[in-house]
């Protein structure tokens, strides 16, 4: 996909008006593009073709796909991004994908897209929208991101979490991540120490609640081991800031309130209930004891 740098342009102001519109009409995208009516309708059609815009009888708007291309445009023309490569997977916060730097270094691109997760989720992520009157899932992706990004950049490399290189709108660029989720995983296949690996998965636990941090969504699912024993935690969107005033989301009918305690007990309890089937038996409180203490 090419595209000259008037329809780069033109994606561009859509999706800057995306901030005051729903669909964007054409007569403001004329207006922003400083350009006729004639020329407006074609970059747009060059633009819906290879379909990085969605349109409506009420105006435009940017596809996931317009959305994407805008980041990756930004990536390559910070001389930043080489190649992309295959899909690695496709996660409740959105895609992942190998990449190349242009370095030659092998790392990992994800892409948030909060749009696709149930609307429960949705609503998790309303205290990052509170000031906003209107805004799209394309801004809500981009703002997981930031999230995501800010914790990766407090944590790493004391915790073992993906190092953070670079983030634009709703799309990070992060180190290599290898493994497999720990959910699939059958550990008795592997040379490792179960035990030791369960009580190293709960040091990583501590150290994030030292740097003043809360996974909040922590279960096998986002564990990756290697075939080495060694671990890496993935997926920070939700992570909460525990000295962070304010940081309370709505409460969501059928759950708890949202606060510190609930969240790193259910962490906690999410990696006991994985690991009892390997013998471990040990007492939350007592983890959870040890987790908040010096």
Wanted: proline share 2%.
């Amino acid at each position: 996909m090419e595209l000259n740098d008037n329809e780069w342009r033109t994606l561009k102001i859509i999706e800057i008006s995306m901030k005051h519109y729903e669909w964007v009409p054409l007569f403001e995208i004329i207006k922003k593009t400083k350009t006729n009516k004639k020329e407006a309708l074609y970059r747009l059609r060059i633009l819906d073709k290879h379909k990085l815009i969605n349109r409506s009888s009420y105006g435009y708007r940017l596809s996931h796909w317009g959305y994407d291309a805008l980041a990756l445009n930004t990536f390559i023309k910070k001389e930043l991004l080489s190649a992309i490569g295959g899909k690695l997977g496709v996660g409740k916060e959105g895609d992942v994908y190998n990449v190349i730097l242009t370095n030659k270094r092998e790392a990992v691109l994800k892409f948030h897209n909060i749009g696709r997760t149930c609307f429960s989720m949705g609503k998790r992520y309303r205290s990052y929208l509170a000031e906003k009157r209107h805004i799209s899932w394309l801004y809500a992706s981009r703002l997981t991101a930031q999230k995501e990004f800010e914790v990766l950049n407090e944590l790493f490399p004391i915790v073992k979490v993906p190092e953070p290189i670079e983030q634009n709108r709703h799309a990070i660029i992060m180190g290599k991540i290898d493994g497999a989720e720990l959910k699939k995983v059958d550990l008795k296949k592997l040379d490792v120490d179960i035990y030791k690996l369960f009580w190293d998965i709960i040091e990583e636990i501590k150290k994030m609640y030292k740097l003043n941090y809360v996974h909040c969504d922590l279960s096998e699912f986002n564990i990756l081991i290697k075939e080495d024993g060694d671990f890496i935690i993935i997926d920070f969107p939700q992570a909460l800031n525990i000295n962070e005033e304010g940081q309370k989301f709505d409460k969501i009918p059928g759950e708890f309130s949202q606060d510190i305690e609930f969240y790193l007990k259910r962490d906690i309890g999410n990696i006991l209930r994985h690991f009892k089937k390997y013998g471990i038996n040990e007492d939350l409180n007592k983890i959870y004891n040890y987790i908040i203490g010096g």
